[in-house]
């Protein structure tokens, strides 16, 4: 199996191994169809990815909105010119948050919130993680992506059988067979 050639099942012990692993499932999950081999690697690596990050980034640590800010958009590929285009700001206003110097606004707030799934608590400075009512921290977010990603690709493989099962009844049809003779 070509995955775990490039990224052998291991526990997952520093960043880069992470980093690593997430391209895996990246790639793996950008594709349209998986062996079930596949999808058993991609299960037991996306397991590692988890575990690692639960010990790596305690859920009780306190982290600055900057901090939060960084992680979200590392996490959703979004760089400061693409995270300012969706808050509707330059990319000067962004590189000031993100330094710092400039503090969110109530909306832009209200709308990062949607943007990545999470609650609008994160972004209020040194606010636990674990006290957050009802927040899901952004692992815990992922976890559930997966597994819908996971539903879903089970989904599209039953509708593809099914679609093939009626294909091969359609050719077996007796006014096929005929229309074919005449």
């Not at 490039?6 to 349209?32: G, Y």
Request: aromatic share 6%.
């Amino acid at each position: 199996m070509k995955w775990f050639a490039r990224f052998p099942l291991r526990r997952i012990t520093s960043k880069e191994q992470n980093e690593a692993a997430l391209k895996v499932v990246r790639n793996m999950s950008a594709r349209e169809s998986l062996s079930p081999d596949a999808l058993e690697y991609l299960n037991l690596l996306t397991e590692q990815i988890e575990n690692f990050e639960k010990r790596s980034y305690s859920l009780g640590a306190k982290l600055s909105t900057t901090e939060h800010l960084k992680i979200m958009m590392k996490e959703h590929g979004l760089n400061q010119s693409g995270l300012a285009e969706k808050l509707g700001v330059t990319q000067s206003n962004i590189a000031h948050i993100l330094g710092g110097r400039q503090r969110l606004t109530t909306e832009q707030i209200e709308l990062l919130s949607r943007i990545f799934h999470v609650s609008p608590a994160i972004f209020f400075e040194n606010v636990p993680v674990t006290t957050m009512d009802g927040a899901r921290s952004v692992f815990e977010t992922r976890a559930q992506w997966n597994t819908q990603i996971k539903e879903l690709k089970e989904q599209a493989r039953n509708l593809v059988q099914q679609i093939v099962a009626l294909e091969e009844a359609s050719c077996q049809s007796p006014l096929l067979k005929s229309g074919k003779k005449g």
